[in-house]
């Protein structure tokens, strides 16, 4: 884990070092998470493409290191060294007296960062963990997510899938955002061992989105508090769901503390299908661990679009401006690898921007070509495999996952205190709580971002239009936190009024996460019988052998990385692939039909496992298979190499 740690540490600091050429002025902690993102990305992106080239070993990972730290050139420049020298001074300063002298603001701001740095490493902890009997996940809606991710980390270490085949359709290209699983392989490959390259991945990213939500809603509100709102509204997002605590404290035996310290189900999603929102931790940077790498990163992008639009008129300032879109569309431009939708909504906002911004448009060329030519060769990789179709699944589909609930029932639900708060900030002229009209301009376009997702699916499952959703959910953060944040300073009702919405727009999601922290849904993922299947093949098995395996959630075959002819089908279905003849011939493979020995050859597949998943599934033909060379078998698990060559 040391070696793990001292990598994390040289991607930050090479980031780190490198913002200094597009920005002077940023606070130190948003130049650190800054610098996070920047310094990850390219370790990631340099990792994957190095990797393509000589494997994911030794060779990769010590010209990863030399490429992060070839910015340490950039300190042979006096200018350059001197600034850094300056601000690490004022933060060594600033640190100081904030410990010889803190203020309560102070205080009040290091102890909620300390108490979220425990959450996040307490959250991540359960997102997967060992125990005697197997592996296991304390998050729900993390269980099939977690094993998919597993794989194609596997795929990474074990495999060496470079470039990637889909782990879960062999043959096809992998047509999914990977770099994110790219760095956790890389973790591992520096000493880490899975359970905590993946928790120290997401503790990293995860803080990393916090600061840079802070600072970016303080750019755009000046207000630190409305900052520290906007982290707890991203992190602990819901809506209205708390209300079922009352009915399941009715329906309780022991009262409200036991309650609390074993709840049964989630309070934000799938409460009879009302909710469909969930928390952003629990439903969507734990489970759908690429969002997490990409939205720090977009976030990253719109602080700097706001200081390039919203500053003066100089030249000293327009070459400034210049440099931070410069930047910004170098980091935009890795993004269709990290997460596909965040460069799809920083596309479309930053084309709507330069169109409300227009006396800034020659900036946005800095922005605009570097976004795209980095960009492109990515876009061909993931939509290039032949497979996927996107007129099978972009359709007509208004009011999102409302499921019986007319639209405004939905989000009302959904959302609860939040909506409201946001049209009061929207639509509030009054002098003391109205928004900024500027700021109303920069936030207009992400309102597309509700919109289109509400009218049209954007995906196999209609669910994941979330993953655009959520974004306008981002934007509209930091206008309901200064409405928030203007309410808590009046000495009136208002304070109290406000201060209750606010718990309730936090009390659902922070039902979750108290869920998790509680282990009150442990869920186990593998037991010890499908992890010694897993050794069993990676001993009996090429690393890049095509195996075929029951297309369940939680085959052993995950646990190695090998590909597999058909994954779980909720996955393969997600990414717009068709997999209905591969799963009919699957069957007839383990039929022992007439036609399984050139099926078998036809997809090219090296070798099969029989274990209770197949037995229970599918119909296999012990006749057949008994026939068949069989090459190793543990517990309840045959392996079987075929004979067709």
Aim: glycine share 8%.
């Amino acid at each position: 884990m040391f070696v793990a740690l001292c990598f994390l540490a040289i991607a930050i600091c090479s980031g780190t070092v490198l913002t200094f050429l597009f920005d002077r002025t940023m606070p130190f902690p948003a130049r650190l998470c800054t610098g996070t993102m920047i310094g990850l990305t390219i370790a990631s992106m340099s990792g994957y493409l190095l990797a393509c080239a000589v494997g994911l070993g030794a060779a990769c990972m010590w010209i990863t290191i030399a490429i992060l730290l070839a910015p340490a050139v950039l300190l042979l420049r006096p200018d350059l060294r001197g600034s850094i020298a300056a601000i690490c001074e004022q933060a060594m300063r600033t640190a100081g007296k904030t410990f010889r002298r803190p203020s309560r603001k102070q205080i009040a701001f290091i102890g909620l960062y300390l108490l979220l740095g425990v959450l996040l490493s307490t959250l991540f902890s359960f997102s997967v963990y060992s125990d005697t009997d197997g592996i296991y996940t304390g998050v729900t809606n993390n269980l099939g997510d977690l094993t998919l991710h597993l794989q194609v980390i596997n795929s990474f270490l074990n495999s060496q899938n470079f470039p990637p085949q889909d782990p879960t359709f062999a043959g096809v290209r992998f047509a999914y955002p990977f770099l994110c699983d790219v760095l956790t392989a890389m973790l591992v490959r520096a000493g880490a061992n899975m359970v905590g390259a993946m928790w120290l991945q997401g503790v990293v990213l995860s803080l990393a989105l916090a600061g840079l939500i802070h600072y970016w809603t303080r750019l755009l509100t000046r207000s630190h508090l409305a900052g520290g709102i906007a982290v707890a509204l991203l992190f602990f997002s819901g809506g209205l769901g708390w209300s079922w605590l009352f009915l399941d404290l009715h329906n309780s035996d022991h009262g409200l503390i036991p309650l609390l310290g074993h709840l049964t189900h989630d309070y934000t999603i799938n409460l009879d299908n009302l909710f469909r929102w969930g928390n952003s931790l629990t439903s969507l940077f734990i489970p759908q661990r690429s969002i997490l790498f990409g939205m720090p990163i977009a976030v990253v992008i719109f602080s700097q679009w706001w200081i390039a639009l919203t500053s003066s008129g100089e030249k000293s300032a327009e070459q400034k401006a210049n440099y931070r879109m410069l930047a910004a569309g170098l980091l935009a431009g890795f993004l269709p690898l990290i997460h596909a939708h965040t460069y799809m909504v920083v596309m479309i906002m930053g084309g709507c921007l330069a169109l409300i911004f227009r006396r800034t448009w020659r900036a946005w060329f800095w922005f605009v070509i570097p976004a795209v030519v980095i960009a492109l060769p990515q876009i061909f990789w993931l939509s290039a495999s032949g497979t996927i179709h996107a007129r099978d699944y972009i359709g007509w589909h208004p009011g999102w996952d409302h499921g019986n609930l007319n639209v405004v029932q939905f989000w009302l639900l959904n959302l609860g205190f939040f909506l409201p708060a946001l049209l009061l900030a929207l639509l509030w002229r009054d002098s003391e709580f109205s928004t900024p009209r500027l700021l109303l301009k920069y936030y207009l376009p992400f309102l597309l971002c509700f919109i289109i997702p509400n009218l049209i699916s954007l995906a196999p499952w209609i669910w994941d239009n979330i993953k655009v959703l959520i974004y306008w959910y981002l934007a509209s953060v930091p206008l309901v936190a200064l409405l928030l944040a203007r309410g808590l300073r009046q000495k009136s009702f208002w304070r109290w009024i406000t201060a209750a919405a606010l718990a309730g727009m936090l009390l659902a999601g922070g039902l979750d996460l108290l869920r998790v922290i509680t282990d009150a849904s442990p869920n186990r993922e593998f037991s010890n019988d499908e992890i010694a299947a897993a050794k069993m093949i990676l001993d009996h098995t090429g690393p890049r052998a095509v195996m075929l395996n029951a297309p369940a959630w939680n085959s052993a075959v995950y646990l190695t990385g090998r590909l597999s002819l058909l994954g779980y089908p909720g996955w393969v279905n997600s990414r717009g692939l068709n997999y209905v003849q591969r799963s009919n011939d699957l069957q007839t493979i383990y039929s022992g039909g007439p036609q399984a020995n050139s099926l078998l050859k036809n997809y090219h597949v090296d070798y099969v496992l029989i274990g209770p998943a197949e037995l229970a599934s599918l119909p296999v033909n012990e006749q057949f298979w008994a026939t068949q060379q069989q090459v190793a078998a543990v517990g309840g698990y045959r392996l079987y190499r075929t004979s067709v060559k």
